[in-house]
Structure formats: C-alpha cells, structure tokens
C-alpha cells in the first residue's frame, strides 16, 4: 500500500480484557517497529522485526505484550489483561529494504488505546 | 544507545527562521542523525538526515559539526503549519539493517509554536 495502515485507529477496552493491535506495513519493506506513545511523550520503542523475525523485543513493558509477524508482512501486537497504564497510541512503522533507509520510518498514524 | 538533548519548547512567528539544535555527545561512529515531525493524531514524520557537515532538502536543513555531538534543524521561513513536535534522533543503521536492535529512540522531542 501507499503507506502504513494501522487498525483499529481507536480501541476502548475494561480492564482484564485482551486487544490486539493490526498493522499493515508498506509493501517490500521488511524491517518492522512498534512503539508506544504515552500522552505527552515521545514514542517509546517496544520491538522491531526483520521479514517475520522478532529481533529485538526489549521495549515491551511486560509479559502481557506480544507481538508477531508471521509472514513478513502485516504484524499484530497483543496486550493481554490490559492495565489502565496500557493506555495510549501505539504506532507501527516501517522502513525499506535499504542501508540508507534503514532510519527512515514511516510510520502509520497509530492505535489510541483506552482502558477503562 | 546514544542519548539526545533537545529544548523542550521554542516560539517563532510566521516568516522566521527556526533553529532546534540537538546535543548528542555520546554519538558512535557509525550513528546517522535523523529528525522527524509529528503533529497532533498523527504518527511522526521522516524530515531530514545526516551523517557529517551539512544537508538540504525541499523542507529542511541540517547542520552537522565536525565532533557531530550536536546537530541544529534549520526551518526557513516558518508558517503556522509548522507547529508541531520535533524530535532529533541517533542510530545506527546497520542495527536497523538486519541488525540485531531497533535502536532509534525518540526523546521528547521540541514542542515548536509558531503565531501569526
């Protein structure tokens, strides 16, 4: 696609519920980030994927997140029993399959999460 | 990781020249300096990057010194439009690149105000 598609663009989950976080990368890029943006904040690194491989995960808060990307393309992230301090925009971003590009992300324009 | 140092907010008016230096000390050899523009219910935006010396393009310019432990964002000619958050980044590309770490970590970037 034209550019990264993320979905649902709003989620409103009670407490203890499970939610799960779409998205659609450019086409042909193969590295993959989610991050998490808190109210205020700047976005906070969760994990980043080359094709379906989950290189580094060091940026997710708990067990209760899991992320995956099981052919190399769309990749979900999942929040088990979330927690009100889950709340905020998730971004998914992308970037090609180049040196040069490697830093330039383009990024979908998020998954404003709200636990109740 | 290298850690970056940005003011947290500056004003300008329609028509000035903006500039948003960035402290990185501890840049490594093979980091890159990237900068992004994020606006409100938006993901962040790819605007510029550099290696050494200086780079220009249709939006931006920018300034790199020869120790790079800084680097300045030069917008000409600011409009309202250009209010936004302005975040100044580190990283190395090789770890973006098949690399075994996503390591571009976001700040908290410069809130920019321009007024009429």
């Known amino acids: 696609g034209a550019g990264v598609s993320q979905s649902p663009r709003y989620k409103v989950a009670k407490r203890g519920q499970d939610v799960a976080l779409r998205c659609d990368p450019i086409s042909g890029h193969v590295s993959l980030f989610w991050y998490q943006q808190a109210l205020g904040q700047g976005p906070e690194f969760l994990t980043y994927f080359q094709n379906e491989a989950q290189l580094d995960k060091s940026g997710l808060p708990s067990d209760r997140f899991f992320a995956e990307r099981p052919e190399g393309s769309v990749s979900t992230l999942k929040i088990q029993r979330t927690q009100q301090e889950d709340s905020a925009v998730y971004l998914c971003?992308?970037?090609?399959?180049?040196?040069?590009?490697?830093?330039?992300?383009?990024f979908g324009a998020g998954s404003r999460l709200t636990v109740l | 990781l290298a850690k970056t140092t940005q003011p947290i907010s500056m004003d300008s008016y329609e028509g000035q020249e903006v500039n948003i230096t960035c402290s990185h000390n501890?840049?490594?050899?093979?980091?890159?300096i990237t900068w992004y523009q994020q606006f409100p219910s938006q993901g962040p935006r790819f605007i510029i990057q550099g290696y050494k010396t200086k780079v220009t393009n249709e939006v931006a310019s920018l300034f790199i010194p020869a120790d790079r432990k800084s680097s300045t964002l030069s917008l000409p000619r600011v409009s309202l439009s250009d209010t936004a958050v302005y975040y100044c980044l580190v990283g190395d590309m090789d770890m973006n690149y098949g690399g075994s770490q996503g390591n571009l970590i976001f700040g908290k970037g410069t809130k920019l105000s321009v007024k009429p």
């Open positions: 971003a992308s970037s090609p399959p180049t040196r040069a590009g490697a830093n330039v992300l383009t």
């Open positions: 501890n840049i490594a050899t093979n980091d890159y």
